[in-house]
């Protein structure tokens, strides 16, 4: 699953669509989420990030919280024990889906989309006001389970 192409990307233009003034420091955390291939930890980001600008580990925090509160990426926990991963939501792009997550290296796949409405529309009639719907697979990684 690509969420978004990666030739031609721009990251300032991303930016500006979602309301956020586009500083070297912000595009560089944006197009590190944009180059990754799969949800990224908050310390992947900071050290993709850090090829193209200085910033320190609380300015990738706040900017990907930003992101998220703008909904120009997507926060996704992680495995149990694990840090939670972020993907880049451009509008246009597949909306939210599954993720499944490796209790052993912590990596994460997207997993093809599926309809999510049973289940937020079985919350709703619980009375949640509904923040989001994520589901997550945990297990071990064809990787892992290899060595
Ligand atoms: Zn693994
Ligand atoms: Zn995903």
Do not use: W
Not at 39 to 68: K, S
């Amino acid at each position: 699953m690509k969420p978004v192409k990666r030739d031609g990307f721009d990251a300032p233009a991303f930016l500006a669509d979602h309301g956020m003034a586009p500083t070297p420091r912000r595009a560089a955390v944006v197009q590190a989420l944009a180059s990754a291939h799969a949800p990224a930890t908050a310390a992947e980001i900071l050290a993709a990030a850090r090829r193209l600008v200085e910033l320190n580990r609380v300015t990738v925090y706040r900017i990907l919280d930003e992101l998220v509160s703008r909904g120009g990426a997507r926060k996704i926990p992680g495995a149990e024990g694990k840090a939670g991963r972020f993907e880049i939501a451009p509008a246009g792009s597949v909306g939210p889906h599954p993720h499944a997550a490796c209790r052993s290296c912590g990596g994460m796949e997207c997993l093809r989309p599926v309809n999510l409405s049973a289940v937020s529309d079985s919350a709703g009639r619980l009375g949640f006001a509904i923040d989001r719907v994520s589901i997550l697979v945990e297990g071990v990684c064809d990787q892992c389970r290899g060595r």
